[in-house]
Structures are given as structure tokens and as C-alpha cells.
């Protein structure tokens, strides 16, 4: 993101604020995409932004915090990004698999939030890890609601499945951010889609609705 | 209120007393092996009651009643202790998992099952053990998370041999899978529900075996139990 002009510029003082924000917040990821969290310093994201230190100290009150509402920021963009794609299906396999390809998409043109979402996240520790578990949580009922019983005989899923099935997502697309294959995860729609749908609908049907769509 | 903490406390002079009694011959090797083996449970009980970072080496010296030169013989300092816990702990569950799925006699559905099983057990059997490895290893240092990662490899590798292969499901179905499981151990060690861990097994199996289940390469579970009867 490029700072705003230096100087006289008619902005207002909220916006400046909020851009400075939003600046910080960028920074942040990028800085962990390509250093240790003890080596980014808030020297280091002030740099990136272009901020001051001391207009730094006014956004948060120190790095971690800095970092927890990155990190839920990042949480919520990939959440709306996903919402409003199944928003736009009507019927159940339409609205999962379009929440995942927006999702796989928005990871891979925002490589350092995915990073800071889906490895970074795993690695601060016990705390931001809940953050983490709960951040998953919340895609949970985009899974769920409107889901067939489940395939064949049996007519009903596991107790827990979903959350093991949005689990098992989230630490596949992580070991590819990991491995530094981020911007190749879209090409992973077919295979995340089927490991998805499968426990509803069955394999055969799963991969008809994918090598359909 | 009964009186636990007095209990509690002279059970420990108890066994204060017989350690520091008359020693019997033991050889060298397993004392040193044991004082290992205390100084790395010591780790693991203290980061899961603290955390890994804020557990110093004199609360492990203290907490396992060992020197601390003792400590400093056997290990380089608190990383390689956390590493060999770390690394002991996974060998034996891995060991567990291995026996079970070699002593299985039906096919890939049974074996994934006693797998599952042998792996849940060992979380219920060593819930301070496994907090460590699956919790603490994560964020404790860069090589512990590489530890965790190693771990993680190897799970998918010995699912994958096991799992039958067949080109209507993706290919990696075996990391997602392992990555569920994953999920909702650790949810549950969080939840300080590891003692139960082995309650999770019919949920997790049907969620292994699940994606395969009109493939005509597994048997719904229900129906696996009454033919085994």
C-alpha cells in the first residue's frame, strides 16, 4: 500500500488514521512472510508502512498486539470473502463449492495473510492457536447448514465431522503455504472440493457435481 | 474436606525417603536413563502447567531432583530437553500404532481402526505427553515446530501406505485426513479432555473410513461390527 502525501492535504485526521491502520496491518503480514516473529520488530513494520514510531504507539500498544488484530483482520476478509460467495448459490454443493474456490482464490493473491492465517497462526502459540481453532469454527456452519444427512445406508455424518472436515482443510492449505505453494492453491479446487462434499453426498456424486461445475 | 494435600505431601516424603535411602546396584546406564527420563518428564509437566517459555532450567532441575550439572551432562540445555521428550514421546506412540496395525488380522478398514485406537490410547495413557507434542511443539521453538511438522509427515506417510489407493478420490485425501484427526485431538487436549481421547474413536474412524464408504472398497462400520460378531 503506498503512503499518503506528506504535508497539506485536505485529508481528515480519521481517514489518515485508518490508512496508517491498514498500512501497519499489511506490514505486519509481510514482515512475518519473510522473517522470524522475534525478527520483526516494530521498527521493522513501521518501516514497511511508512509510519513513525511513535504514530505506531498510537494504533496498538505493542507488537503482539499489533499481530492478534492482524491476524483477525486477515480472519475476517477471508470469512466475508467466502460468506458472500456462497451468498450467490442457492443450492447446497453450488454454495460449498463456490465458498471454497473464493476462498482458495483470496488466499493465493493475499500470499502474506494466508501465511500469517494458516502457519503463522499455528506458531504463536497456544493462545493465538485457539484464536486460530475459533477463526475455523466460524467457517463451520457455511459447511454444515443446508447439508444433506449423508450418503447411502447410513443417513447421518459423524458427530464432529464438519469441524474435521474444515480442519483437515485448513491444515492441508497450510502445509502448502508452508512448502511456499500459495500461489498454486487454486489449482487444489478440485481436491479440497471433493474431500468436502464426499462425506455428504458419497464420492461418485462428489466428483460428478466437480467435473461438472 | 478431606485432608488430599496431606496426603498428597507425605505420600511425597515417601517417596523422598525410599529414593534417598540406601541405593541398590543399579547399573550406571539405567540410572542415567531414568535421570533422563525425569528430567524430560519434568520439561513436559511444566510446559503444560506454563508453558515452554516461561519454564525455566531451575524449574525443571527442581522439579525432577536432579543437579543441575546433571541436566547440563545429559542435555545441551532446555531445547534438546523438549527435543528428546518430544522425540521418545512420538516413538512410542508410533511404536503402539505399529504393534496394532501389525497385529491386525483383517484388512486396511481394521487396521486403521486399531491404528486410530492405539494412537487415542496413547493421548488417554499420556495426556502431559501429548499436550507437549501437540500443543507445546507447535510454538515452542523453530526446531521443535520442525519436530511437529517431521511428525505430522510421517502420520500422512503411514496413512497413505494404509489407506487403499483408487483414482475416483483426491490425492490427498491421506493429508486432510490426518489433518482432522489432528483437529479434534487437539481440541480436546485443550479442552483438558485427553484422558477420554479414546471416546473420539467411533467418530474418527467413521470419518477416515467415510470418503471410501461407495467406493465398494469399505464396509459401513455398524455393518463391520456384526460381521466380526
Redesign the interface.
Known sequence: MRPLPRGRHGLSREFVAQDQRERLLAAIASSLDEHSYDGTTVSLIGGRARVSKSDFYRHFASKDDCFLTAYDDAAERLRREVRAACAEHEQWPDRVCAGLAAGLAWLAAEPARANLLLVEGLRAGPQVYDRFLAMTDRFVPLLRDGAPAGPGSSGRLPQGADEAIVGGIASLLGRRVLAGETEDLVRMFPEVAEFALTPYLGAAEARRIISSG | MPPRGKAASSAQAAAGQASSGRRPALPREFIAAHKQRRITDALAELSAEQ?Y?ATKISDIVRRAGVARKTLYDNFEGKEEVFLAAFDAAFDEAMERIETACTEAEGGWQEKIEVGLEAFLGYVADEPILAHMCM??A??AT?AT?ERY?DA?EKFVRMTGDTLPE?A??????D??????????V??AI?REDAERAVD?L???T??MI??????GLAV?P?QAADENS
Not at chain 2, 168 to 173: A, F, G, Q, S
Not at chain 2, 175 to 184: H, Y
Open positions: 508453558g517459555e500443543i507445546e507447535l510454538s523453530p515446530t511438522e505430522v483408487d475416483r478420490l483426491p490425492d490427498t485425501l493429508e486432510t485426513l490426518v489433518g482432522g484427526v489432528a483437529w479434534i487437539y481440541q485443550r473420539l467411533p467418530q474418527l467413521e470419518f467415510g470418503p471410501f464408504l461407495d467406493t459401513p455398524a
